[in-house]
């Protein structure tokens, strides 16, 4: 074993955990187990989180907030229990603060819809100026296009370094007085990058915009207390940290939350309704219209309950250890470009690379074949691809469960890569 690999020692029982994610005793291709490395993509699910929601569904099955049954009042109280876990897991403020939606997306499209509609001094409008960066997933990009299309607003953004860091010298050119909303990762899905949150939103406040941040690829994986953060909304998924598809949290400011209006129409989200007007209930329940994604927020909450228990700051000690064991192996590899920060310094555990001329594509499908799974393509980050010049990446991406021995097997996969195509 290597020095970087003893280092890994006593960080987590990664040989217990993975004992509680079913798919990873599968095999494919005629016995070749199973080297999961894309959760950056989809987390696998461990046995508690399958449980909760397997006992949701034959127990407790029912609509939330509406009947005064047992059943339906079980189903109200795991539903918002669940809230009240997630505003524990981030440091809200206030239950109250947590809106449930059914993906990240969702919750950015939400927050780019409310300003779009909001009232002075919210609202989005010509003269006025939208900021992301180049380095975004396109959920994180297209709303943005979406609002600034049908306001007038100017959409601007931050470039990024050859080394895969947000260029920031440009800052007061940026964020100036028109801009009403700063929306940025808090770490790149496809260069791994961890953003300097601080400088960006000291500049925002000091010309009072607004601040949203996805944290799509941080909850998973470090510790987010959305009160040191000090943004005013900020965005995440559940598949992506052990729980179920269809869920996805919003955060934002309770204040905010109350003066601005909701998106979608419906059930649920109203006070009164008549044939002339109709009247809003408080947050949360003004941006959760109709019946919400109730299994699925349970699901949530046992990740939360799984996560919590192992504790976040070990996860991330843990993934920063595999990451650095990782970009050291895979910096061995001839003719490996990595496309991001070479150093685990200020970079999450999503590593994409170029391997000499053989497309992204084939090395996936020829790792497939030994049983490694990653990602291929412009991983819904396609301004990244086009700023270095490359058509796509092949990602590896790790998580709590990830161990060395996967880091060495795609090593491995990669020499059978270079070997296979001459």
Known sequence: MTDARQGLSGLLDTEAIRKDFPLLDRTVHDGKKVVYLDSAATSQKPRQVLDALNAYYERHNANVHRGVYTIAEEATALYEGARDKVAAFINAPSRDEVIFTKNASESLNLVANMLGWADEPY????????????????????????????????????????????????????ITEKTKIVSFTLVSNILGTVNPVEQIIRRAQQVGALVCIDASQAAPHMVLDVQALQADFVAFTGHKMVGPTGIGVLWGRQELLEDLPPFLGGGEMIETVSMHSSTYAPAPHKFEAGTPPIAQAVGLGAAVDYLTSIGMERIHQHEKAITEYALKRLLEVPDLRIIGPTTAEDRGAAISFTLGDIHPHDVGQVLDEQGIAVRVGHHCARPVCLRYGIPATTRASFYLYSTPAEVDALVDGLEHVRNFFG
């Open 123 to 174: 609202r989005v409008d010509r003269d006025t100026e939208i900021v992301t960066t180049e380095m975004e997933h396109h959920s994180n990009i297209v709303p943005w296009q979406l609002l600034a299309q049908r306001t007038g607003a100017k959409l601007k953004w931050f470039g990024i370094t050859d080394d895969g860091r947000l260029d920031l010298s440009n800052i007061d050119e940026i």
